[in-house]
């Protein structure tokens, strides 16, 4: 019953979370585009009321007319339209879908036992919980520094760019080492969409509120308050598509289960901030190809480093037969399946070990469905993210049976 309550309790907030990041991410996009794409008004009319720039849009079977104005529009309605709380709901249904799936067992989903550093690997669950808040919560803060101390006044914001990337470089290399695979690339991209949403709480929106609060006192709005939002509003959609990647990257163990999992993490990254820089320029009118094809690289680069070992023709490397060992026969990988792997991977899984249907679709509980995901099985077992925790308690002589393997019925 438990078991299944957590599942369904998964799907709700997931599907929650989903609705409420599209929404955000949609109209931080939109909003992104018309500023970047008005043009000075034409009507002396819309000069004198001191309209910034304007668009003419289609849209629905109508025509939309948007003005903007930077601080002092002749009038301010009651009614104004804020955009926060899609926000602080992606925000809010992410933390508590990573608390119902992590939190709750980071012994399984957290702990590194194969981290290089010892004291990570001996973590116990409680410490890696909160080592995990620690890092979102300290994320927020080293951003937030680099941006009040490099460009306060939002005259130095490439030399905070630079800082900003670094960080994240810093932020994958460190998560990967202190954090299981697929939570490293969660963290991650947690780290930023904390930033996210933290620039939407303490200073987007009290910006506004005071350029709000002075227009309707009569007094002229301080310049940095728009300056300011304008910069973390930047800031938030070159994070969208590495957050979005990042995010999507827990279904695909290619990624994270990978001995360059932080270096493919940072390429990522940097593709994903590539590839929007493209349409950033491009509302403004300005297309430069090269930004996408960049980040096109970036993603070949990737292609290639997170490519099984066959693949790539190491041999040594690949989870394969080494050492002079024999090849191992079907029937025995099905024995080692039985006793480590299908209490999770079957068609009706133990309910002590919190799965209602098998992870991933993924069945392990004949040698035609071994078979079928053999090279998944040799990879996951080969890095030892897989049986997650260990806690089949699968021997190194079981693993080395397994790399033995040819992956076929033979």
């Known amino acids: 019953m438990y078991a299944y309550l957590l599942e369904y309790g998964n799907l709700l907030l997931r599907w929650l979370h989903v609705i409420a990041a599209v929404a955000w991410i949609g109209e931080s996009i939109y909003?992104?585009?018309?500023?970047?794409?008005?043009?000075p008004p034409k009507g002396e009319e819309s000069k004198k009321r001191g309209v910034f720039g304007e668009m003419w849009a289609v849209?629905?079977?109508?025509?939309?007319?948007?003005?903007?104005?930077?601080?002092?529009?002749?009038?301010?309605?009651?009614?104004?339209?804020?955009?926060?709380?899609?926000?602080?709901?992606?925000?809010?249904?992410?933390f508590f879908l990573f608390a119902l799936l992590y939190l709750t067992k980071p012994e399984f989903y957290l702990v590194n036992p194969n981290s290089p550093w010892e004291w990570a690997a001996q973590m116990t669950g409680?410490?890696?919980?909160?080592?995990?808040?620690a890092f979102l919560v300290l994320g927020w803060v080293v951003y937030n520094?680099?941006?009040?101390?490099?460009?306060?006044?939002?005259?130095?914001?490439?030399?905070?760019?630079?800082?900003?990337?670094?960080?994240?470089?810093?932020?994958?290399?460190?998560s990967?080492?202190?954090?299981?695979?697929?939570?490293?690339?969660?963290?991650?991209?947690?780290?930023?969409?904390?930033?996210?949403?933290?620039?939407?709480?303490?200073?987007?929106?009290?910006?506004q509120r005071?350029?709000?609060?002075?227009?309707?006192?009569?007094?002229?709005?301080?310049?940095?308050?728009?300056?300011?939002?304008?910069?973390?509003?930047?800031?938030?959609?070159?994070?969208?598509?590495?957050?979005?990647?990042?995010?999507l990257s827990n279904h695909y163990s290619f990624t994270y289960n990978n001995p360059n999992a932080w270096i493919i993490m940072v390429l990522f990254i940097f593709a994903g901030a590539l590839i929007r820089q493209y349409f950033v320029?491009?509302?403004?009118?300005?297309?430069?190809?090269?930004y996408p094809a960049a980040g096109v690289v970036l993603l070949l680069i990737v292609g290639y480093l997170a490519a099984p070992a066959s693949l790539k023709g190491d041999v040594a490397s690949a989870p394969a037969a080494a050492n002079g060992a024999e090849t191992v026969n079907v029937a025995r990988i099905q024995e080692?399946?039985?006793?480590?792997?299908?209490?999770?991977?079957?068609?009706?899984?133990?309910?002590?070990?919190?799965?209602?249907?098998?992870?991933?679709?993924m069945l392990l509980d004949t040698i035609d469905n071994t078979v079928l995901h053999a090279e998944q099985v040799k990879t996951v077992v080969h890095s030892k993210y897989m049986p997650l925790g260990n806690m089949t308690q699968m021997t190194d002589e079981e693993r080395a049976a397994i790399a033995a393997w040819s992956g076929t019925r033979d």
């Not at 909003?31 to 043009?39: E, H």
């Not at 009040?148 to 030399?159: A, E, Q």
């Not at 320029?281 to 090269?290: C, D, S, T």
């Open 176 to 207: 990967a080492h202190i954090f299981s695979g697929r939570a490293a690339f969660l963290l991650t991209g947690a780290v930023m969409a904390t930033s996210m949403s933290a620039n939407v709480f303490f200073w987007i929106i009290p910006g």
């Open 59 to 94: 849209h629905g079977g109508g025509f939309y007319h948007n003005q903007k104005y930077l601080t002092n529009p002749a009038e301010l309605p009651d009614d104004l339209h804020w955009s926060f709380w899609k926000s602080y709901t992606t925000w809010l249904s992410g």
């Open 281 to 290: 320029l491009m509302h403004a009118g300005i297309k430069k190809p090269a």
């Open 336 to 361: 080692i399946m039985d006793a480590r792997c299908v209490q999770c991977h079957a068609a009706k899984p133990n309910a002590d070990f919190g799965f209602t249907a098998a992870p991933a679709g």
């Open 31 to 39: 909003f992104v585009m018309l500023d970047n794409g008005l043009k």
């Open 210 to 247: 005071r350029m709000v609060k002075a227009l309707k006192a009569g007094e002229a709005p301080n310049p940095l308050d728009g300056k300011r939002g304008k910069q973390r509003s930047v800031h938030n959609t070159y994070f969208t598509l590495p957050v979005l990647l990042l995010m």
């Open 126 to 133: 409680t410490q890696a919980n909160v080592m995990a808040i």
């Open 145 to 174: 520094g680099l941006c009040r101390l490099i460009s306060p006044n939002m005259n130095r914001d490439g030399l905070l760019s630079v800082a900003v990337a670094i960080m994240m470089v810093v932020v994958a290399y460190l």
